[in-house]
C-alpha cells in the first residue's frame, strides 16, 4: 500500500474545492458542476444523460 503525503491545508475556499475535488477523484467519484439551467430534477443534466447512455457505472455527486 502505497504511503499518502498529507498536503498542505485549504487556505481559501477555491483552495478546500480543489481538494475535495482530488480526494473524491482518488475515490473514484467525480463532482459534477452545477449547471444554471432549469433541468428539473436533474435527469435532464448533460452529465447525467449522456453517462447513463454506456455500460460502465460512474459514481458522481
Request: net charge negative; aromatic share 10%.
Amino acid at each position: 500500500m502505497a504511503d499518502k503525503v498529507a498536503s498542505a491545508p485549504a487556505t481559501s475556499f477555491q483552495d478546500l474545492i480543489l481538494t475535495l475535488q482530488h480526494f473524491w477523484s482518488e475515490n473514484g467519484c467525480v463532482i459534477l458542476q452545477p449547471y444554471d439551467v432549469e433541468v428539473g430534477a436533474g435527469t435532464f443534466h448533460p452529465a447525467t444523460t449522456l453517462r447513463s447512455l454506456g455500460p460502465e457505472p460512474w459514481k458522481a455527486a
